[in-house]
């Protein structure tokens, strides 16, 4: 820790430099009087050159704001019409798939019921024939079993 008294040293120090260059700038500043006038001028000048800029671009800002406000309730809106379009086209092509199918599933019933009676056609063709072989294995068995007549007679 610094003492008491070097703390007040460099406090006076700190004052007289502070001091000095306050009186400096001040002779500075009374002396640049007229110079500072005209500076003040140019400033004002400007200043008002900037006002006006400032002034021009927020009217240029509003005006590009509504414009873009425009565009964007006109997007909007054809967002919105390209939802609703998009929709009812996807309604229509699920009833237009949905219709397709649907008869497409009655011609399938109606092809698989004739193949159906086709097969039970079939079956009881199949199950004629079956009767029919076991009539005619019946029927070659009895004719085996019967005495057979020679073609010439034999001699005794």
């Given at each position: ?15 007289v430099?502070?001091?000095?260059l ?11 009087t ?68 649907t ?5 399938l ?11 039970e ?11 029919l ?24």
């Amino acid at each position: 820790m610094r003492k008491p008294a070097q703390k007040m040293l460099l406090l006076a120090v700190g004052i007289v430099v502070a001091t000095t260059l306050i009186i400096g700038c001040e002779a500075e500043n009374l002396s640049d009087t007229k110079s500072n006038t005209a500076k003040s001028k140019l400033v004002a000048a400007e200043n008002r050159q900037l006002r006006k800029e400032i002034k021009d671009l927020k009217k240029q800002h509003k005006k590009e704001l509504k414009q873009q406000e425009g565009l964007l309730t006109k997007c909007q809106q054809e967002k919105d019409a390209l939802v609703k379009l998009s929709g009812e086209g996807i309604r229509d092509l699920m009833d237009s798939a949905l219709n397709d199918i649907t008869e497409e599933v009655a011609r399938l019933r109606e092809v698989n019921e004739n193949l159906k009676s086709q097969v039970e056609e079939l079956q009881r063709e199949n199950d004629n024939l079956k009767r029919l072989i076991t009539q005619l294995k019946k029927e070659l068995e009895e004719l085996r079993k019967r005495p057979t007549i020679p073609d010439k007679p034999q001699p005794l």
